[in-house]
């Protein structure tokens, strides 16, 4: 008897502690799951962001800026900084669905066309055009490879100078 009824103490012991332990537990999966739901909103709005980011500059052919591109948003999305719009085009470059266009002591501009075409950058207005070159560049590369041997795969060409409404001014 006694050693029966010492038994039936110690399962209400380990009850007694079991019972703050899966509290606890409960406590502790509810945290995480409040802070995996925080995590995934925060990402969720963070590529929401990104995604009007790269939106806005796939819908113009003027290869604008980070200060332009935020301007451009900022009244639709009020809680958006100009840190915000650089940070998310450096990731946007990085993974390969934008490309920035600049020339020496001027600000990158973006592009949302990302196959190899040639640009001209105005020293005066500082605006970036697309230039068709590409059957003279096809032209360039299999004279590259004739020449010297080499399987030319991409390239980046840059003219400057000045544009027809600078010129006319
Ligand atoms: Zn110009
Ligand atoms: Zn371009």
Request: proline letters at 2%; hydrophobic letters at 30%; a positive charge.
């Amino acid at each position: 008897m006694l050693h029966l009824s010492g038994q039936k103490n110690y399962i209400k012991n380990s009850l007694q502690i079991k019972k703050p332990m899966v509290y606890l537990i409960r406590k502790l999966r509810m945290i995480t799951d409040f802070e995996r739901d925080r995590h995934m909103e925060l990402k969720r709005n963070k590529s929401k962001k990104r995604e009007a980011i790269y939106d806005a500059l796939a819908r113009v052919t003027c290869h604008p800026t980070a200060e332009m591109l935020y301007e451009s948003l900022k009244d639709d999305y009020p809680e958006l900084s100009l840190g915000t719009v650089y940070r998310n085009l450096t990731v946007l470059e990085e993974e390969g669905r934008v490309k920035s266009v600049s020339h020496e002591g001027g600000h990158a501009h973006y592009d949302a066309r990302t196959e190899p075409h040639a640009h001209f950058i105005c020293r005066n207005c500082q605006s970036v055009m697309d230039l068709d070159l590409t059957d003279k560049t096809t032209k360039l590369y299999k004279c590259i490879e004739d020449n010297c041997g080499f399987k030319v795969e991409n390239h980046s060409l840059c003219f400057t100078g000045l544009c027809k409404n600078c010129l006319n001014k």
